[in-house]
T-cell receptor, first 113, second 112 residues
Framework: LAKTTQPISMDSYEGQEVNITCSHN???????ITWYQQFPSQGPRFIIQ???TKVTNEVASLFIPADRKSSTLSLPRVSLSDTAVYYC??????????????FGPGTRLSVLP | ETGVTQSPTHLIKTRGQQVTLRCSSQ?????VSWYQQALGQGPQFIFQ???????GRGNFPPRFSGLQFPNYSSELDVNALELDDSALYLC???????????FGSGTQLSVL
């Protein structure tokens, strides 16, 4: 299983763009990169997923370099409600073994007014 | 709204007791995974069920067991509760082959 490394915490101000980078040096060929957001006392919520290059949806962008050994979650113009823990996961469905995604400690993002 | 529901939301037990937590998967999902999340830490994978069989297990002792039913709902059973079992227990449903987990809001278990 590919292990991920992220900053433990980050601070930002409202309206700024926030970039959270995740390292996953031993990512496997079949692995996808997925980011989740978690608020206190709630389950994690899917934000975005990618395999290579760049993916964008209505809430975030995900940048993945060619070697796939890292990825960057970009949150444009954050607001106070984006204060949460963000997890980077690397994993895939393996034949006969199913999904087994490993959560690290995540990045605690604090958005200040 | 993810559609994954867990019950109960909160539970208090004493050491040595047994507990059963329940999860109703999102419609159309055939896989369910259980996670334990201690305060301030990321969720830790307990096990996964697919087609009513255990299909992957994390580093948890056998006193953590589970079931998946034909309607894809699931139970997590923990026997001989220990103080360190106090945590938020999360259920996530998914579709086999699609790398996206949908989580419930969890059951907060306190062991006294």
């Amino acid at each position: 299983l590919a292990k991920t490394t992220q900053p433990i915490s980050m601070d930002s101000y409202e309206g700024q763009e926030v970039n959270i980078t995740c390292s996953h040096n031993n990512i496997a060929t079949n692995d996808y990169i997925t980011w989740y957001q978690q608020f206190p006392s709630q389950g994690p919520r899917f934000i975005i997923q990618g395999y290579k290059t760049k993916v964008t949806n209505e809430v975030a962008s995900l940048f993945i370099p060619a070697d796939r050994k890292s990825s960057t979650l970009s949150l444009p113009r954050v607001s106070l409600s984006d204060t949460a823990v963000y997890y980077c996961l690397v994993g895939s469905t393996k034949d006969n073994y199913g999904q087994n995604f490993v959560f690290g400690p995540g990045t605690r993002l604090s958005v200040l007014p | 709204e993810t559609g994954v529901t867990q019950s109960p939301t909160h539970l208090i037990k004493t050491r040595g007791q047994q507990v059963t937590l329940r999860c109703s998967s999102q419609s159309g999902h055939n896989t369910v995974s259980w996670y334990q999340q201690a305060l301030g830490q990321g969720p830790q994978f307990i096990f996964q069920y697919y087609r009513e069989e255990e299909n992957g297990r994390g580093n948890f002792p056998p006193r953590f067991s589970g079931l998946q039913f034909p309607n894809y709902s699931s139970e997590l059973d923990v026997n001989a509760l220990e103080l360190d079992d106090s945590a938020l227990y999360l259920c996530a449903s998914s579709v086999r082959g699609i790398e996206k987990l949908f989580f419930g809001s969890g059951t907060q278990l306190s062991v006294l």
